[in-house]
């Protein structure tokens, strides 16, 4: 029998000024109730502050925090944490650390390509060369572990970009690539393995997916990759179900109301079952490209945008095309959503709020940074935060 997977309200409800304590937010949506400007220009822009390194890291918000890494130096060996005021973007602690693992990747990309995350009290950060970081949040250290001097054949030359997950006492870290590829769960309060799960050997991106409750009311987390997804018992380890359909390794799943929507062969909508046999497909739609980007689900649709800018609504229930507007790309960063506007930065600084009620979608701000942005924003107390390769920027009312 087919039965949505249960998601506590607090999943799925967002309340307003939440922390963003990870990638795409505090549910991994990338959904905020926060009010956020929608007729942009210079006002909106309250602080630019300068980093001590180079980055494409997402930064997350804890509080009145702004957190984000950085990497630095001739080889990107200086490893950066720092933390900023959000109300005047000063610098409030910074701690560097020294990469133990290899520092290779791509021009475009950088060491510090993970976006980090934080339970509330503690900091966990990691960086392309596999060096995984506990700070609390004054900036003390707890735990560093060089995930290299244990797994010694990771390798990716391109880099690592898949960001962390924390939930219970459990902190899941991807490490998946072409040689030694592996997703760990680690004890958060100790940095040691709760358990080793061994992946497909090739370069992914993704980031996990959790989802609450998800069988016989055990949290589970659900793996990305190109041979589809996996979700495994968050707290063991031990696999549940597989979707053995393929898979995107840059576009990161998303979960809406106990509905998976996974980038596959454009978006594909998966209900797991409570049984643990694999998840019902809903529906299958080619005509949803995400691109890099990762969608996002707002109200009654799947929205995504494809590297060249054009985003697509889709129906949240069918997978059926209802519009298209064209944006000014390109991009890279997955999109955010404040109320029933849809935050999109492109490439080069462009940010463009849409008014996802709109019959063919609306444009109705636009805020040129006129700087390169890759990562995902975040918002938080009212206030949209972006990062780029070199500076943090905050735009609010």
């Not at 990870?22 to 822009?45: C, H, M, V, W, Y």
């Not at 799960?197 to 069988?215: E, Q, V």
Request: charged share 20%.
């Amino acid at each position: 029998m087919k039965i949505t997977f249960a998601i506590t309200l607090a999943f799925t409800i967002i309340t307003a000024s939440a922390d963003w304590p990870q990638f795409r937010g505090p549910n991994g949506n990338g959904i905020s109730a926060d009010a956020l400007p929608t007729k942009l220009d210079k006002e909106n822009l309250k602080w630019a502050a300068d980093m001590p390194g180079r980055g494409l890291s997402g930064v997350i918000v804890v509080g009145d925090r702004v957190l984000l890494t950085c990497s630095s130096g001739p080889r990107q060996h200086r490893l950066h944490v720092v933390c900023l005021d959000a109300k005047d973007g000063s610098v409030r602690w910074h701690r560097q650390f020294w990469a133990t693992g290899r520092t290779m990747c791509h021009s475009k990309t950088s060491v510090a390509g993970p976006t980090p995350c934080s339970d509330g009290k503690y900091i966990y950060a990691n960086y392309s060369s596999n060096d995984l970081v506990c700070l609390d949040i004054d900036g003390n250290l707890q735990w560093l572990r060089g995930l290299t001097l244990d797994y010694t054949n990771v390798s990716n030359s391109l880099g690592m970009a898949a960001s962390l997950v924390v939930s219970g006492n459990v902190l899941v870290v991807p490490v998946e690539n072409d040689s030694e590829s592996y997703t760990i769960g680690i004890d958060k309060h100790t940095g040691r393995n709760l358990w080793k799960l061994n992946r497909p050997k090739a370069a992914n991106w993704t980031t996990p997916t959790l989802l609450p409750g998800g069988f016989k009311g055990r949290d589970l987390v659900a793996l990305q990759s190109s041979k589809g997804v996996a979700a495994v018992d968050l707290k063991t380890g031990v696999s549940v179900w597989n979707f053995g359909n393929g898979a995107s390794t840059t576009s990161s799943s998303a979960v809406y109301d106990g509905t998976l929507y996974v980038p596959s062969n454009g978006i594909t909508a998966l209900q797991p079952r409570s049984d643990g046999k694999a998840p019902d497909q809903i529906w299958q739609s080619g005509r949803l490209q995400p691109s890099t980007a990762s969608p996002i689900v707002l109200g009654k649709h799947v929205f995504t945008v494809n590297r060249a800018g054009v985003l697509t609504a889709g129906s949240r229930e069918t997978g059926e095309r209802e519009w298209q507007l064209r944006l000014k790309g390109p991009f890279s960063s997955t999109p955010v959503a404040a109320g029933k506007h849809l935050y999109c930065v492109n490439e080069v600084g462009l940010l463009q709020a849409v008014d996802t009620t709109a019959k063919e979608g609306e444009i109705t701000g636009k805020l040129d940074l006129d700087d390169q942005i890759l990562a995902t924003p975040a918002i938080a107390n009212g206030a949209i935060y972006l990062r780029s390769n070199t500076k943090v920027y905050k735009v609010a009312k």
